[in-house]
Each structure stands twice: as structure tokens, then as C-alpha cells.
């Protein structure tokens, strides 16, 4: 049996705790060329902005299966900064170094997303 959740806020949440340290992280590590500072790191700057809010907005649905679907929605977002982040380094926009830590971090968020996921699948199935 799964225990209810018992969480206040979004905010108690690990994987939206990692989701927010990449957040911050990738900020930290945009230096562009001023041609792309209102292309790429734009887009980079809201796919990442926008797993942390899709999982704040999912949270507050207060039902189980609508907080899976916004969680999928943050996966996807997830992905796409992971790309955005790629297609900087190979631009040669961030250095190989600046690429690793974000990328551990999207690693990492990736995983604790995935594992409320599953928490809310098991729940779903039990309502």
C-alpha cells in the first residue's frame, strides 16, 4: 500500500528540488555570443524554467493522474534543454567543463522525476 501524500507544497518535492539547481545552473553557465543571447539562450532559459513550473502546476491539481500527465509534460521539457545544452557546446558557446555539471544535474533531475512518476502511476492505479 502506498502511503497518501503528504506533502505541503511542490516546493518539498527532491525532484523539483534538482529541476530548480539545474534551473539555476544553467543561468550560471550562459555566456552567448551576442547574435544568440535572444535565441538559443532564450529558448534554453524557458525549457528550463518551465520543468519547474510544469511541476508547481501539476502539484497544485491536487489529482493524481493530471499531476502525471504535467510531470510527462516536464520530462519533455527536461529533453529539450538537454538539447539546447548540447547544441551550445557544440556551438563551442560553453565549454566542455561548463557542460558537465548541468548535465549531471539534468541527469539527476531526470531520475527523481522519473520516480514520482512512478509514485503517482501506483497511485493512480490505486484510486
Known sequence: MIPKQSL???E???CYKECRTLRIQIS???QWPSEEKYRLSDQILRSSRSV???IAEGFGRHHHQENLQYCRQARGSLTETLEHLITAKDEKWISDDGFVSPREQLELSWKLLNGYTDYL???AKQS
Do not use: G, R
Open 8 to 10: 505541503q507544497s511542490f
Open 12 to 14: 518539498e518535492l527532491d
Open 28 to 30: 550560471e553557465v550562459l
Open 52 to 54: 519547474t513550473a510544469i
Open 121 to 123: 502511476q501506483k497511485v
